[in-house]
């Protein structure tokens, strides 16, 4: 089972005028390190192939620039990918685990769109989110930590400005509220930093929210 950390809390609230914000990140271990492994080499390998066959439409603020994976979220799905067959079963392993431990009936159906990230030395993902704080589609994101060597994602309140460090764990899915601003260190070596991130619907976020000629991108799970 995972494991539901609060990263903020309204503590007794003394009138119904005070602000109450309460939010919440949930994280667990994909034990399977084969199928880790397995992962980061097909991404390297599709890394190429995907940043020449696709154009650079936008990398949503996270300053990674044209060449990356990142700058084609909305061109192609890892979860079109052969070898993604498993990934589908954890990530919605996690996303039921998720509600479920919040008390919240999970969404019979739900639509992902998911990618991959490959930063390498002396670059980062800038403080970003998926969604706009007022947006009324907003529902989770999520990322997988493929190959992190020692890297951090932070997390930011976007009400108070606190910053929450996260360790980043090699097999690591860990979910969170769409809107939540986050970032990451700079990489300072050699080795690359792989993760896998996704982005979930409603079933009603998906047939109001995203675009017919798109709708086909996310992928049913």
């Known amino acids: 089972m995972g494991k539901i950390l609060q990263i903020s809390k309204t503590l007794n609230p003394t009138n119904p005028f005070c602000f109450v914000f309460d939010y919440f990140l949930y994280e667990n271990d994909i034990d399977d390190k084969k199928y880790i492994n397995q992962l980061k080499k097909v991404?390297?390998?599709?890394?190429?192939?995907?940043?020449?066959?696709?154009?650079?439409?936008s990398d949503s603020g996270t300053g990674v620039g044209k060449h990356s994976l990142t700058g084609r979220t909305s061109e192609y799905n890892v979860l079109d990918w052969k070898e993604s067959k498993k990934l589908k079963k954890y990530i919605r392993k996690a996303y039921d685990d998720f509600l479920k431990n919040l008390s919240v009936e999970p969404e019979k159906?739900?639509?992902?769109?998911?990618?991959?990230?490959?930063?390498?030395?002396?670059?980062?993902?800038?403080?970003?989110?998926?969604?706009?704080?007022?947006?009324?589609?907003?529902?989770?994101?999520?990322?997988?930590?493929?190959?992190?060597?020692?890297?951090?994602?932070?997390?930011?309140?976007?009400?108070?400005?606190?910053?929450?460090?996260?360790?980043?764990?090699?097999?690591?899915?860990?979910?969170?509220?769409?809107?939540?601003?986050?970032?990451?260190?700079?990489?300072?070596?050699?080795?690359?930093?792989?993760?896998?991130?996704?982005?979930?619907?409603?079933?009603?976020?998906?047939?109001?929210?995203?675009?017919?000629?798109?709708?086909?991108?996310?992928?049913?799970?």
């Open 43 to 57: 991404i390297l390998k599709k890394e190429k192939i995907i940043v020449k066959k696709y154009p650079f439409t």
């Open 109 to 221: 159906n739900i639509y992902v769109q998911c990618w991959a990230n490959v930063l390498r030395k002396k670059e980062k993902l800038k403080h970003h989110s998926h969604s706009k704080l007022n947006d009324r589609y907003s529902y989770i994101s999520g990322h997988i930590s493929i190959h992190v060597d020692n890297t951090n994602t932070y997390y930011m309140d976007p009400i108070t400005k606190n910053v929450m460090p996260h360790k980043n764990i090699e097999g690591r899915i860990t979910l969170f509220p769409m809107w939540l601003p986050h970032y990451t260190d700079t990489i300072k070596t050699n080795l690359n930093r792989i993760t896998i991130a996704f982005d979930i619907k409603t079933e009603k976020g998906w047939m109001e929210d995203i675009y017919d000629h798109k709708k086909s991108h996310w992928i049913k799970i």
